[in-house]
C-alpha cells in the first residue's frame, strides 16, 4: 500500500486497443510501471477542489513512470 489514494479502470476501445485510465486524487504522485502503455491524455488541476482544470494531449508516445498529484491520464497500449 503506498497510501496514495488513487483509481484505476480498464477498458477496450472500439478499435479494440486496451486503454487504462488513472485518477490520482492525492496530494503526492503515484508511481507508475506500466511497460507498454503510452500517455494519452492528461487532464490536470492544481487541487481536487480546485475548479480551473487543464487537459494536454503529448505530442509524441511516450511511456510515464509516475501520475501528478490531482491528475487524470489515458493510456493506451502501445502493443499490436
Do not use: C, W
Request: hydrophobic share 40%; net charge negative.
Amino acid at each position: 500500500n503506498l497510501g496514495v489514494n488513487a483509481t484505476a479502470y480498464a477498458a477496450t476501445a472500439s478499435t479494440g486497443q486496451p486503454m487504462v485510465a488513472i485518477i490520482n486524487k492525492d496530494a503526492q504522485p503515484l508511481p507508475l510501471d506500466l511497460p507498454g502503455y503510452a500517455l494519452s491524455l492528461m487532464l490536470f488541476a492544481p487541487s481536487l477542489t480546485s475548479a480551473h482544470v487543464s487537459m494536454n494531449e503529448p505530442d509524441t508516445s511516450r511511456e510515464v513512470s509516475n501520475v501528478p498529484p490531482y491528475t487524470a491520464m489515458l493510456l493506451r497500449s502501445t502493443r499490436p
